[in-house]
């Protein structure tokens, strides 16, 4: 069983920082993709950013410049620094990994950017 555990959500206010932690129970060495995605109540959920085992990396449009994802290989953990927030990136954040060919998410953690 593979488990993701996410950390570091909260309310923050315009402009603001915060960082995302994931931890997961894969070995990093064994995970093809891992990344994070997020939602807002009546919408699909939506890609933020994703690495490849490769180490592509790609972004939304929308957070390039401001986010950054991140991993240490050392305790399987990832990361998601995001500085600038805005009021749209208020939304639950989920991350994902992708190993052996199956797909695993976090339980999600709230992000709110609000003055």
């Known amino acids: 069983q593979v488990h993701l555990v996410e950390s570091g959500g909260g309310l923050v206010q315009p402009g603001g920082s915060l960082r995302l932690s994931c931890a997961t129970s894969?070995?990093?060495?064994?995970?093809?993709?891992m990344g994070w995605y997020r939602q807002v109540p009546g919408k699909e959920r939506e890609l933020v950013t994703i690495?490849?085992?490769?180490?592509?990396?790609k972004y939304a449009d929308s957070v390039k410049g401001r986010f950054t994802i991140s991993s240490d290989n050392s305790d399987n953990t990832m990361y998601l620094q995001m500085n600038g927030l805005k009021p749209e990136d208020t939304a639950v954040y989920y991350c994902?990994?992708?190993?052996?060919?199956?797909?695993?998410w976090g339980q999600g953690t709230q992000v709110t950017v609000s003055s």
């Open positions: 894969e070995s990093m060495f064994s995970i093809t993709v």
């Open positions: 690495i490849t085992s490769s180490g592509t990396i």
């Open positions: 994902y990994i992708n190993t052996l060919g199956r797909s695993f």
